[in-house]
C-alpha cells in the first residue's frame, strides 16, 4: 500500500499569506495525485487532479506541483475562505485509493 | 448538475451488516467510477472501494472481506453493504464520482451519511 504523508500537520498563516502544503508518497505516483478541501460539515472538494490540472470553478491562486514522490498545493494568496482542511489522494494502477492524513490550514 | 445523496440507518449494532444508498441525479451512472469513503468522526479519510458502471469492483484490502458495492442503473443508485461491523465502522460515509475526465479524481461527492456502531 502506498502510504501519502503530508506537512504540516498545522499551518498557522494570515490571509495574504502565500501557502505550502507538502505531500510525500511511500513510493512513486506518476501524477496520479489529486487535492481536496474540506470545509467542517462539509465533504471535500476536489481543487486539483493529475497532480496540476485545476478542477473546474477552482480559483486560479490554487496550483499544484510535483510527480513521482514529492508533490506540492499553493494557494498564493490567501482568501479568508481558504482556511479549511487539505488532503492530497493517489490513485495506483493497483487500482487502489489512499489519502494523506490532512494539513490543517489556521488563521494566525 | 450532478447530486449524489446518501441515505440509510444511521444507527447499526455491532455484528450486524451496515446497508447504505447512493442516489445520483441530474446525471447518468454510465462511464463513471462510483465509490464509497468514510470518515471518522475528527479523523481522515478512507477509500473502501468502487464500482464501475459495467459493473466492475475494486475494494479497499483491508475491508475486501466484509464490503459488497453494487449498482441498480434503473434507479441510478449505487449501494454499500458492510458486514459485521463494529465501533471502529462508526464514521461518515460519502458516497463520490470519479470520472476519466479528472483522472478518476472525485469530482462529485454526497453530504455524507453518518453511521453509528453502538448496541
Known amino acids: 500500500e502506498i502510504v501519502l504523508t503530508q506537512s504540516p500537520a498545522t499551518l498557522s498563516l494570515s490571509p495574504g499569506e502565500r501557502a505550502t502544503l507538502s505531500c510525500r508518497a511511500s513510493q512513486s505516483v506518476s501524477s496520479s495525485l489529486a487535492w481536496y478541501q474540506q470545509k467542517p460539515g462539509q465533504p471535500p472538494r476536489l481543487l486539483i487532479y493529475d497532480a496540476s490540472n485545476r478542477a473546474t470553478g477552482i480559483p486560479a491562486r490554487f496550483s499544484g506541483s510535483g510527480s513521482g514522490t514529492d508533490f506540492t498545493l499553493t494557494i498564493s494568496s490567501l482568501e479568508p475562505e481558504d482556511f479549511a482542511v487539505y488532503y492530497c489522494?493517489?490513485?495506483?494502477?493497483?487500482?487502489?485509493?489512499?489519502f494523506g492524513q490532512g494539513t490543517k490550514l489556521e488563521i494566525k | 448538475q450532478v447530486q449524489l445523496q446518501e441515505s440509510g440507518p444511521g444507527l447499526v449494532k455491532p455484528a450486524e451488516t451496515l446497508s447504505l444508498i447512493c442516489t445520483v441525479s441530474?446525471?447518468?451512472?454510465?462511464?463513471?467510477?462510483w465509490s464509497w469513503i468514510r470518515q471518522p468522526p475528527g479523523k481522515g479519510l478512507e477509500w473502501i472501494g468502487y464500482i464501475y458502471y459495467s459493473g466492475v469492483t475494486y475494494y479497499n484490502p483491508s475491508l475486501e472481506s466484509r464490503v459488497t458495492i453494487s449498482l441498480d442503473t434503473s434507479k441510478n443508485q449505487v449501494s454499500l453493504r458492510l458486514n459485521s461491523v463494529t465501533a471502529a465502522d462508526t464514521a461518515l460515509y460519502y458516497c463520490a464520482r470519479a470520472g476519466l475526465l479528472t483522472k478518476r479524481a472525485f469530482d462529485y461527492w454526497g453530504q455524507g451519511t453518518l453511521v453509528t456502531v453502538a448496541s
Open positions: 441530474g446525471g447518468s451512472i454510465n462511464t463513471y467510477y
Open positions: 489522494q493517489q490513485r495506483t494502477n493497483s487500482p487502489m485509493y489512499t
